[in-house]
């Protein structure tokens, strides 16, 4: 699905931005994996022959984007689609929460993305040419939850960008969002301790249970894939029937 295709995933450490690695390099991408944390490389190559490269750095940092930048620059090759995985999760009190919190939140899951997709929307108007992006937002975004005003605000704005963007750029770019429910990623250990809260979350699901993290996966390659040609500027809801309430 995805063969010949170069895949700039973010955030790919661990849960989704993991998942989408494999799922990707499954169906022939090659993919560049930016992480903050090292990640275990040995398995990967084994399976997939190497074909792929992490590159180490906050994706907030102009740093990271030139070492993106220089890496395919070495390799002489566009970058064809783009997952903005990379984010973070903040809860407290609203009336405990401070501008610095806010802006925290606001560098990791939305101004960094701003940032990528700017540049490489100018690099496919210069080159004529059109990548596909996937942001990964939230069912925070449209649903309130307490404690999580910072977190729910910059998933919330990512869902506007997207369908601006969408608007503004149609000849050179395909953005979607995906907005997962309650997933079995990196908190999902932690949560499910507090039964109290973890079986409220699963009576409150039609479905019944948490999603997988390759579930996530396998949606965001059908939509950076050319079988999703005609969509764009969507909000793509995989959360067990939760905001079908």
Known sequence: MLKNKVVLITGVSKGIGLSCLKVCLENNAYVIGVSRSKLKQNFLEKKYNKNFKILYGDITKKTTLKKISNFQKKKNFDIDCIVNNAGMRFRKKFLKTDIKNYKKVFDNNFFSIVS?????????IKKNKIISIVNLSSIVGTRGFDELSAYGSSKGALDAFTKCIAVEFPKHVRINNICPGFTKSSYYEKFKRNKKLYNWTLKNIPIGRWAETDEIANLITYLIS????????????????????
């Open 226 to 245: 050319k079988k999703s040609n005609y969509i764009t500027g969507q909000n793509f809801y995989i959360d067990g029937g939760w905001t079908s309430k």
């Open 116 to 124: 990528l997709t700017q540049e490489y929307i100018k690099k496919a």
